[in-house]
């Protein structure tokens, strides 16, 4: 197994709600990321995690909330977002954090804030 | 400042031509890992080539090749023998350092394969 899920592939929600990004992975990885991309424009990195902690923020807002239950999986919690907030939110993993190590992205959740 | 900056914003290239992307770099690094990704219009990024820092020959993947040129710090994406589903945007990446859970890309180039 080669691939990085990511559900849902399209949410739409509310500024009042609460959701969650789901991103798994079973191909042993050890480092997992959140990346943020608004249309035409480079994937922005928001989180990784380093064996299940937290090792970069980069000063994301606290509506977002990540998460990592264990080593196969990736939350993204979601709550109080701005419609700014739309965009193409990508799951990717690595073995580890070794410089030769490429990104295996996920397909993507396109999340619309009304 | 930027720390990989791609200069195309956009590319128009008939079908079976080679074209170049181009993608310079800025670290203090002696240790770094450059990555080029492919995105269509679909939305998933797919990897295409990786070049470390100590490589001494250029990296090749089939139609894929990237030109290193170290002291200029540049990292060329060569597509031989284009095809129209090749049209995508590209994004040169890279990852500095011996062990960094970051990986930065630049503002990428729109490839446009014509019939």
């Known amino acids: 197994d080669t691939e990085v899920t990511q559900t849902p592939k399209h949410l739409v929600m509310g500024m009042t709600n609460k959701k969650s990004l789901k991103c798994e992975q079973h191909?042993?990885?050890?480092?997992m990321y959140w990346y943020k991309q608004k249309a035409k424009k480079p994937p922005e990195l928001m989180f990784v995690?380093?064996?299940?902690?937290?090792?970069i923020n980069e000063s994301v807002p606290s509506r977002f909330s990540p998460e990592c239950p264990n080593s196969s999986l990736l939350n993204l919690h979601l709550h109080a977002l701005q419609p700014e907030d739309s965009a193409l939110y990508l799951c990717?993993?690595?073995?580890?954090?070794?410089?030769?190590?490429?990104?295996?992205f996920g397909s993507g959740t396109q999340l619309s804030v009304l | 400042a930027q720390k990989i900056t791609q200069t195309q914003p956009g590319m128009f290239v008939q079908e079976k031509e080679a074209v170049t992307l181009d993608c310079t770099y800025d670290?203090?690094?002696?240790?770094?890992?450059l990555f080029w990704y492919k995105q269509p219009s679909s939305g998933e990024m797919i990897f295409l080539i990786y070049?470390?820092?100590?490589?001494?020959q250029n990296a090749t993947e089939g139609r894929y090749s990237l030109n290193f040129q170290k002291a200029r710090k540049s990292a060329n994406l060569v597509i031989s023998a284009s095809q129209l589903g090749d049209s995508a945007m590209y994004f040169c990446?890279?990852?500095?350092?011996?062990?960094?859970?970051?990986?930065?890309f630049g503002k990428g180039t729109r490839l446009h394969i014509l019939p």
């Open positions: 990717a993993s690595s073995p580890t954090s070794t410089t030769n190590e490429k990104l295996f």
């Open positions: 191909m042993g990885h050890r480092a």
């Open positions: 995690y380093s064996y299940e902690k937290l090792s």
């Open positions: 670290t203090s690094d002696q240790s770094y890992g």
């Open positions: 070049q470390g820092s100590y490589d001494e």
């Open positions: 990446a890279m990852r500095e350092g011996i062990r960094d859970d970051k990986i930065i």
